[in-house]
């Protein structure tokens, strides 16, 4: 996942303008790409603002680095009626752009967290726009899977029990976020394994996120269910601890230590 790279922002346009709100990685260049592939990688994750931003171009920027486009990261509030349709047009731009750069999964954060609290009936409105963004992507050929993430109202495994069950969209656990938010990121892996096509890896030591390895999350067992569901892709989130590029090495060799290559 190329995040690691540049600070996480959006775009200034978002702001009075929900079409146009997309997600940034702050300083993006084919310097990143390059130690990407320097570390041993393969793919990549990008955000949907860096990929619209680099035109049609991007995917000839990756082939000449030795790297191909498995997923592209968006999000939305996707409880809010008023403006879902807004956020349906950028999803099918997301779509387009993935397609042009050869992406194989529409990765889709998101179920905004209201200033008074989540309502009972979010879950449902959430679940609604998820089955929509799975019809938007299976159009333009994308397994579009849902992320749960820190702040959103799908944080913890009961959370994210009950947007899977009120949709039919994939699902991209990332198991840093799962164990940040109090829950074994491993039996939520296990639990939806049928339901996974693609995941982010990622550790937490109960502070902080943190390389593989290095925290709480069980990996032992996600990697025997890698095993067990071989059509299962994955991604790697080399967190700003430090340089990313020696965090993209450690989790490398943390990999093929382990098997994974």
């Not at 990143?32 to 991007?58: P, R």
């Not at 752009?97 to 998101?110: C, E, F, I």
């Not at 397994?143 to 799908?154: E, F, N, Q």
């Not at 290095?214 to 790697?236: A, C, P, W």
């Amino acid at each position: 996942m190329t995040n690691a790279w540049g600070i996480t922002s959006g775009t200034g346009g978002g702001v009075t303008s929900i079409k146009d709100l997309l997600y940034l990685s702050a300083g993006l260049n084919t310097n990143v790409f390059q130690e990407i592939k320097k570390a041993g990688f393969d793919y990549i994750e990008i955000f949907e603002g860096n990929l619209i931003g680099y035109g049609k171009s991007f995917s000839e920027i990756l082939e000449e680095q030795g790297l191909k486009l498995l997923a592209v990261y968006t999000g939305g509030n996707f409880i809010f009626k008023d403006i879902q349709e807004e956020e349906f047009y950028r999803i099918e731009k997301t779509c387009e752009a993935a397609v042009r750069g050869g992406a194989r999964y529409l990765t889709v954060g998101g179920g905004a967290v209201r200033h008074d609290g989540i309502r009972e009936d979010d879950y449902r409105r959430l679940g609604e726009a998820l089955d929509r963004i799975h019809e938007i992507a299976e159009k333009y050929g994308l397994c579009a899977c849902y992320h749960p993430h820190l702040g959103t109202i799908a944080e913890n495994a009961q959370q994210i029990d009950r947007v899977l069950h009120s949709c039919k969209i994939a699902f991209c656990p990332d198991c840093g976020h799962i164990q940040a938010a109090g829950s074994n990121a491993a039996d939520v892996v296990e639990k939806y394994a049928e339901r996974i096509s693609y995941m982010h890896l990622k550790d937490f030591d109960g502070r902080s996120f943190t390389p593989l390895g290095m925290g709480t999350v069980d990996f032992k067992r996600i990697f025997s269910l890698l095993y067990e569901h071989q059509n299962i892709d994955f991604t790697v989130e080399a967190e700003r601890i430090a340089d990313p590029f020696l965090r993209a090495e450690d989790a490398k060799r943390f990999l093929e230590q382990n098997g994974i290559r």
